[in-house]
C-alpha cells in the first residue's frame, strides 16, 4: 500500500492575524462593500477584501508600493485563505486592481460615506457626553515627490527653515481621547479655514450628534459650538 505524498508549504505569518483581527474589528471590508460597488466586470475578491489584505500588506512590511503586492500575497495564500474565509489568489492583487480600488476611494463620495460609516462603528463603544468635543488640528508632511508632477505637493520651508516639498493635513479626532475621526490632505498654500468648515459637516454623521464644539489650534482658529 502506497503511502501519499505529502506535501508542506511553509509560510511566516508574523503578525497578520493581528492586523486582520483589528481590521476585521473595524469592519473595514464590509465598510467599503457597503458603498463601493464594482462595475459588472469586476471578478474575484471584492475591493472590501483587496484593500482589508493591502492593508495587512501595508502595515506589516512598511511597503506602499502597488507593484510588491501581488508577490507577498502569493507567498502567504494558505495564510490568507484561513484568515479570511476568502479563495484568495494572487491575481487578485495586480497592479490594475488596486489602482481600481484607490481611484474609487479617491471620489470624495465614496471616501466620505466609508469614514461616516467607520466612525459611527468606532463610536459605538464609548459613552459621548451631551456635547461631544472635536478638536481640529493642521500639520505639515514632507515628501520626497516631484511637485511639478504632483499638484497636491508643493515646495515651503519646513520648521528647520529648509525648503522641502510638503502638503497638509486636517485631523479631526475627539478630545480628550485622541480617537481620529476624519481626515483631509489639501496643498500647502490653501488656507485651513474652508476645510475646517468641511470637517465640521462631516462630524455630524459621524458623531450622531446635533452638539458639538470644535477646539482648534493657533492654525484653525478658535474653538466654536455647531448646532
Keep these: 500500500m502506497s503511502t501519499p505524498e505529502l506535501t508542506i508549504n511553509v509560510e511566516r505569518l508574523d503578525d497578520m492575524p493581528i492586523l486582520y483581527g483589528f481590521l476585521e474589528k473595524m469592519s473595514i471590508q464590509s465598510a467599503i462593500d457597503t458603498v463601493i460597488k464594482p462595475h459588472g466586470n469586476w471578478e474575484g475578491l471584492s475591493m472590501g477584501w483587496v484593500v482589508t489584505i493591502w492593508l495587512i500588506h501595508i502595515t506589516s512590511v512598511y511597503n506602499h508600493r502597488m507593484d510588491r503586492v501581488q508577490e507577498w500575497v502569493a507567498k502567504h495564500l494558505a495564510s490568507l485563505r484561513q484568515l479570511t474565509g476568502q479563495e484568495v489568489t494572487a491575481l ?5 486592481r488596486l489602482a481600481i480600488c484607490l481611484r474609487e476611494l479617491h471620489h470624495a463620495s ?12 468606532l463610536l459605538r463603544v464609548y459613552e459621548l457626553k451631551s456635547e461631544t468635543v472635536v478638536r481640529l488640528d493642521a500639520t505639515v508632511g514632507g515628501v520626497y515627490h516631484d511637485p511639478q508632477q504632483h499638484p497636491l505637493f508643493q515646495v515651503g520651508k519646513n520648521k528647520q527653515g529648509k525648503y522641502e516639498t510638503q502638503f497638509k493635513l486636517m485631523l479631526a479626532s475627539l478630545d480628550p481621547l485622541g480617537l481620529l475621526l476624519a481626515i483631509c490632505v489639501f496643498r500647502r498654500k490653501r488656507s485651513p479655514i474652508p476645510v475646517h468648515a468641511d470637517h465640521s459637516d462631516r462630524m455630524m454623521p459621524i458623531t450622531l450628534s446635533g452638539s458639538w464644539r470644535s477646539r482648534g489650534s493657533g492654525t484653525t482658529l478658535a474653538a466654536k459650538s455647531y448646532r
Design 110 to 121: 465614496h471616501w466620505q460615506r466609508i469614514e461616516s460609516v467607520l466612525g459611527n462603528r
Design 92 to 96: 487578485d492583487f495586480t497592479d490594475d
